[in-house]
Structures are given as structure tokens and as C-alpha cells.
């Protein structure tokens, strides 16, 4: 039977990895005892700081609903949640129903000043004037000497 290159790749890094950990721990028998018993704390420590975040995350991952709830009201999904959410989208509605009637009412004012401006008996080239234009976009009439 033949050994695929990944196969073979695979026992050679297991090889490599026991021998890497023979070196290391024969390494550590040669340390003084104040290191290898700094080490252990820190590896102590390392362990309890790893089994918080683990703690945490599990927390996270179970107590989403409830965390989603406890922004809403008692329960997610409870009566007084679906009024908050109702009350949020009127207020979403009515925001939109007065953004649009902003609008409309703009475009009514530029269609009437249009319409007050064309219906003035002004010859064709004022229209095109820049000091004409420069007199409609300030809104206050332009002094003569």
C-alpha cells in the first residue's frame, strides 16, 4: 500500500513535533525550581484566564434571546415588545409622511416661482443673464448706480 504526499507529510510533522517536545522537556528538567514554578503559575493562570473567556463566549452564545429580550421588555416576544416595535414604526412612518411632504411642498414653491418667472414679461436673453442669475440666487434685488 502507498502512502499519499500528504499522508506522508502528515507523519513526518508528527514526527518532527514529538522530537521538538523530547528537546522541551528535557529542557525543563535542566531549569532551576523558582522557574519551573513561575512557569506553572503563569501556566495556571493562563488556564483559569482561558476558562473565563470560554465561560463567557458559551454565555454569549446562550443568553442572546434573553439579552435581545431584556432590551425589549421581560420576554422577547411578549406583548409589550410588539407595542414598542409598533410605536417605533409609526414614528418611522410618520417621519417618512413628513419628509415627503417637505418635499412636495419644495418642489410646489420652485414649480410656482418658475411659473411667476415665465409668466413676467421679460425678454428671452434676461433669462440668460448671469447677473439676472446671480440676482435670483441671492433673493434680494441688485443695487443700480
Do not use: C, Y
Not at 34 to 46: G, P, S
Not at 116 to 133: N, R, T, V, Y
Request: charge should be negative; avoid cysteine; aromatic fraction near 6%.
Amino acid at each position: 500500500m502507498t502512502q499519499t504526499p500528504q499522508h506522508h507529510a502528515r507523519a513526518q510533522e508528527d514526527l518532527l513535533a514529538k522530537a521538538m517536545t523530547r528537546a522541551l522537556d528535557q529542557g525543563t528538567a535542566e531549569l532551576p525550581s523558582r522557574i519551573t514554578a513561575r512557569l506553572a503559575q503563569m501556566r495556571e493562570q493562563a488556564l483559569s484566564h482561558q476558562k473565563q473567556w470560554q465561560s463567557a463566549l458559551q454565555l454569549a452564545g446562550q443568553g442572546t434571546h434573553r439579552a435581545i429580550g431584556s432590551l425589549f421588555g421581560d420576554t422577547f416576544g411578549s406583548a409589550t415588545d410588539w407595542r414598542r416595535w409598533a410605536a417605533s414604526a409609526g414614528i418611522l412612518l410618520l417621519t417618512g409622511a413628513f419628509m415627503f411632504w417637505q418635499a412636495q411642498t419644495q418642489v410646489e414653491d420652485l414649480a410656482n416661482e418658475d411659473s411667476a418667472l415665465l409668466s413676467e414679461a421679460l425678454p428671452p436673453h434676461a433669462l440668460i443673464d448671469k447677473g439676472f442669475q446671480t440676482w435670483l440666487s441671492s433673493g434680494t434685488p441688485a443695487e443700480t448706480d
